[in-house]
């Protein structure tokens, strides 16, 4: 049995309602599909929530699958659209929470170096703690590649609003680079 025909044979035993086929998906895919929650959600926890609730609605939803496409890629979309709903219903003015007043420590440090190696985890934790309006922008555009139109659509703003939370979160992710390079080389003195 290929790859593909065990997977044709969970989703039409999802479809079927078998517990088995939900959790040999679940199992097969939580992995993957946590790490999207984890760029979209303020820690773990909270991943972990969204990570459920996006499962509910995969198995709900998937005798709605065309099978056109990839059967992963259709699973990865409704974990960004439950994260960002997530998000939404938690922190309503995500947008203007705080932005404002970061404003003055957006500055681009000139020592940056893109080249310095830092670990999945360190980079992780500061997309996570990114402000909320930051984080959803700077996940859809960078990682999901959403175009600003799309991503303006999606959480209902302007493209122009969109194109600013990136660049402030690029210069926001910047600093916090620059900052713990700072801190190693601290320790390392």
């Known amino acids: 049995m290929t790859s593909e025909t065990s997977e044709i044979k969970i989703i039409e035993d999802c479809i079927s309602g078998k517990r088995r086929a939900q959790s040999k998906l679940y199992k097969k895919y939580a992995n993957t599909l946590l790490g999207i929650c984890l760029r979209y959600s303020r820690n773990k926890s909270e991943a972990e929530d969204?990570?459920?609730?996006g499962f509910i609605k995969i198995f709900i939803n998937i005798k709605n699958f065309r099978k056109e496409g990839s059967f992963e890629g259709w699973m990865k979309r409704i974990m960004v659209n439950t994260a960002l709903l997530n998000s939404r219903d938690n922190l309503k003015h995500y947008f203007h929470a705080d932005i404002d007043?970061?404003?003055e420590n957006l500055q681009v440090k000139s020592e940056f170096e893109i080249n310095d190696n830092y670990s999945a985890k360190e980079l992780m934790?500061?997309?996570q703690n990114l402000p909320d309006g930051y984080r959803m922008v700077f996940n859809l555009y960078?990682?999901?590649?959403y175009t600003h139109k799309e991503i303006a659509q999606?959480?209902?703003v302007s493209e122009g609003t969109s194109k600013?939370?990136?660049?402030?979160?690029?210069k926001f992710l910047q600093n916090k680079i620059f900052e713990l390079k700072q801190k190693?080389?601290?320790i390392i003195s």
């Not at 600013?164 to 690029?170: E, G, H, I, P, V």
């Open 142 to 145: 960078v990682f999901d590649d």
């Open 184 to 186: 190693k080389i601290d």
């Open 164 to 170: 600013s939370q990136l660049a402030r979160a690029r």
């Open 125 to 127: 934790n500061l997309v």
């Open 101 to 103: 007043s970061l404003e």
């Open 154 to 156: 999606m959480l209902g």
């Open 50 to 53: 969204v990570l459920q609730e």
